[in-house]
């Protein structure tokens, strides 16, 4: 079995305007429709353990792709990612024996299963010597070292070329693996060091900017001129620069190394990599590394993008949903795969990963199906990451994740296009503005689409370059919640593309507060019709569109999101505070506490069935009630 490739049917050309993070490579992206993918979407079993057992059981559920990561590195527990030898051990020295005997045992359990292989491009114990430093905690400054980059591309095309001769009718795709978690996250929240303040002078000068000497300092990237949350590009330009050139030098990175892999391996095969967590936990948003996701995407040497499902909002009750911009992905025609590695109650003993278990095998039920309907109905690749065992070991959860499977294979070539008529924009322009240890950046990214989460309607996530290739017209609100930066370019594609048609526009903190040149808090009055500093929801009618701002994002909770959705005839298909997930064909809704709810649809359709039973529940109906557990997601096919 495959996972997905594209065809890209149609380029929209455009000038992608940029101040602060770089997006110079784009030129062109491709717009997705229905009709730009010719592959299915197929589910994965993975672990970073052997679990032979386990593996020969989701082969029996119907699931023989298996997902195995070739490491050489420690993790952030501080032991093996896998159970086999290191196979890179000096500079062109290999054993691959160990890599046999690890692909050797999977097959073992089970002969049908097709790999998806991830490459560990870490510094192991004896080049993190030969450097000075460690790729897993400080990916930014490896990647600005050209002789890292030249030797580890070595090691990976050596490992491609063995593996494709060895192996290459069993590998689906190769994933690229590296930096924090093997994930490209970076932890050193802006330290500097020799590799990377030469290549950030290098940068400086490369790029016009004035600066000279080290990067700024770590106590100082923690301060900013207003609020101490927002840098003034005035008199902290430095630092504004600095964050875009600390994201753009691990993006650069892994586009490098897929455009050197990519020859390598057959067109049919995939190539994928974790990237794009602007939907991150707090205080990462921009030292985390990721914001330079557009580039990252725009390779068209990638084929997918990988992301676990948000660590903050993965209880039971909340709505989940990926760290990355899935919209953005999308714009530029890749595939998204959802890890779902949401630690079961089978685990909540495990002293590592159990803090955070779900409590009962009532919460695996509900809250799997969440994940397994967010992938369906957002058409998602995923894998069951079974950790380091023991995940699913429950007859429950593996009949839950066999059904799951039989309904994916109904459903999995389905295309049914979004049903969202509210849009939240993802901003890591105005990012690199924010100083990332105030709590106004996790607020503005993260925390927000969390309490959207939470309104009882769908809705879609894409970022603010998207604004300029993407259908607007079916969104009757759209959330800013990170627009700090407002240049005169940026200006004139707000009120082309968004700020008209008699749309709900709904801002927070300091909106335009930045020009790209000064601060000034009154450019808030101009854009949002309210003064800065106003606590709101505040509504004002202007010209051809409403204005809703918010200065406190603590007053934008799920309940005001939901009232102003509402009175601008976004469709609720519940009338509490809860997550939906819904395209024009199916209709998933998460209850914490269940009892019998009335469900709304957007019109009045043949019949809608529950796709768990597969009984009718309602017939020739605009709404139904519908009993749901305690805990519970409900799955529906809606009829027209």
């Known amino acids: ?141 490896a990647a600005a070292d050209p002789k890292w980059i030249k030797i580890t591309t070595k090691w990976m095309l050596d490992f491609i070329a063995y593996s494709e001769k060895k192996y290459g009718d069993k590998i689906s795709a190769y994933i690229l693996s590296g930096g924090g978690t093997s994930e490209w996250y970076e932890y050193d929240r802006g330290k500097s060091s020799r590799v990377k303040n030469a290549a950030w002078r290098g940068w400086c000068k490369k790029n016009g900017f004035s600066f000279e000497g080290d990067v700024p300092p770590e106590t100082t990237l923690r301060k900013a001129a207003h609020d101490n949350a927002i840098y003034d590009p005035a008199t902290e330009m430095n630092k504004i620069q600095y964050w875009n050139f600390h994201n753009q030098v691990i993006a650069d990175a892994v586009v490098a190394f897929a455009e050197a892999a990519r020859p390598e391996i057959p067109k049919e095969k995939e190539l994928g990599v974790f990237f794009g967590y602007y939907l991150v936990s707090d205080n990462k948003l921009v030292s985390f590394g990721h914001l330079g996701y557009e580039r990252v995407f725009a390779s068209p040497d990638i084929d997918f993008i ?56 009532a919460d695996d039920i509900a809250g799997l199906k969440r994940e397994a309907a967010f992938s369906l109905i957002n058409h998602m690749s995923l894998w069951w990451f079974d950790m380091w065992g023991g995940w699913y070991k429950t007859e429950a959860n593996q009949e839950l994740i066999k059904k799951l499977q039989n309904i994916s294979d109904k459903y999995v070539n389905d295309r049914s296009a979004s049903v969202a008529q509210t849009l939240m924009i993802a901003d890591p322009q105005s990012a690199c503005y924010l100083n990332d240890k105030a709590p106004h950046a996790s607020a503005m990214a993260r925390q927000f689409r969390d309490k959207l989460n939470k309104v009882g309607a769908p809705f879609d996530v894409y970022s603010f370059n998207d604004i300029l290739v993407i259908d607007l017209s079916q969104y009757k609100v759209i959330f800013l919640p990170a627009m700090l930066l407002i240049s005169p370019e940026r200006a004139e594609i707000l009120k082309k593309y968004v700020l008209k048609d008699n749309r709900t526009v709904v801002w927070t903190y300091a909106p335009g507060i930045s020009d790209g040149k000064t601060l000034d808090t009154a450019r808030v009055k101009q854009w949002t019709g309210t003064a800065y500093g106003t606590q709101g929801p505040a509504k004002v009618a202007m010209d051809g569109w409403n204005s809703v701002y918010s200065h406190e994002y603590k007053t934008m909770t799920s309940v005001a999101m939901k009232k102003i959705m509402k009175e601008a005839g976004v469709h609720m298909y519940t009338d509490d505070v809860n997550p939906v997930y819904a395209n024009e064909r199916l209709l998933s809704i998460h209850y914490k506490d269940g009892g019998k709810k009335k469900v709304h649809l957007p019109q009045k359709c043949k019949k809608v069935v529950d796709v768990y039973s597969g009984k009718v529940v309602a017939e020739n109906a605009s709404e139904f009630t519908y009993d749901f557990m305690t805990p519970d997601t409900a799955l529906f096919e809606i009829v027209k």
Not at 69 to 91: M, Q, T, V
Not at 344 to 356: E, K, Q, Y
């Open 306 to 361: 990988i992301n676990p499902g948000t660590y903050n909002d993965r209880q039971i009750g909340g709505g989940s949903g990926p760290q990355l911009v899935h919209g953005t992905a999308l714009r530029y025609g890749k595939r998204c795969l959802h890890e779902i590695d949401h630690r079961t109650h089978c685990v909540s003993a495990n002293p590592i990963v159990g803090h955070d278990a779900w409590k009962t095998q």
């Open 1 to 141: 079995m495959m996972l997905w490739r594209f065809i890209v049917i149609g380029l929209v050309f455009c000038s992608v305007v940029q101040t602060g993070l770089s997006n110079d490579s784009v030129s062109a992206a491709p717009v997705y429709t229905a009709a730009t993918i010719d592959k299915q979407i197929y589910t994965c079993y993975r672990s970073f353990w052997p679990e032979l057992e386990m593996t020969a059981k989701f082969g029996e559920m119907g699931i023989d792709t298996r997902c195995f990561f070739a490491a050489n590195a420690i993790n952030s527990a501080g032991f093996e990612y896998c159970k086999y030898p290191l196979i890179w051990k000096g500079i062109k020295k290999y054993d691959f024996a160990a890599y046999d005997k690890q692909v050797d045992d999977l097959l073992s359990a089970n002969p049908d299963a097709k790999f998806l292989c991830m490459i560990d491009l870490n510094t192991p114990y004896w080049l993190t010597r030969k450097f000075a430093l460690d790729s897993f905690s400080d990916i930014s400054h």
